[in-house]
């Protein structure tokens, strides 16, 4: 699938499913990292992660395209077009569009490696857990002000 099947996927949709024409552009973009796709407010376009469709298949994306063009329409007609908004979730419901995307299994898969790195405070003693590493020459314990000392690091898994 490239973007002109993307545009026409796009077309279709908004006509099928909201009933009006989708006039701007829609397309790919890889830069795309942790949302299925966003809605341009200054040119009314339409970006979609591409990683969606590789990953998770052809009904993602079309759950994606649809909560996008939730967002286009509304906007254009000057209406909620907000995550927060009532015209925006009533539009969602209507069309069946998903209110978030779903995880890429590429996220997930890095959100189950993450690291916990542990340190215990040399003076009290308290351990504490870290997703980063800190500076333990800058950052002390948080109860006693002691020097904080590195202990080891975890993987979840
Ligand atoms: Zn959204
Ligand atoms: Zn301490």
Redesign the pocket.
């Known amino acids: 699938m490239d973007d002109k099947d993307l545009q026409y996927l796009v077309e279709k949709i908004s006509l099928y499913e909201f009933g009006k024409h989708f006039q701007h552009t829609a397309m790919f973009n890889s830069r795309l990292r942790t949302t299925g796709g966003r809605?341009l407010l200054q040119s009314h376009n339409i970006e979609i992660n591409k990683k969606y469709l590789d990953q998770l298949g052809e009904e993602e994306l079309v759950g994606i395209i649809k909560?996008?063009l939730c967002?286009y329409h509304l906007h254009i007609e000057g209406k909620g077009y907000q995550?927060r908004d009532r015209d925006f979730r009533e539009l969602l419901t209507k069309v069946k569009a998903p209110r978030f995307c779903s995880m890429l299994p590429e996220r997930k898969e890095q959100k189950r490696l993450q690291k916990t790195i542990i340190y215990r405070c040399t003076n009290c003693q308290l351990v504490y857990h870290r997703k980063r590493s800190i500076n333990t020459e800058k950052y002390v314990c948080g109860k006693c002000r002691g020097k904080l000392k590195f202990v080891k690091e975890l993987t979840n898994r």
């Open positions: 809605y909560h996008e967002h995550h």
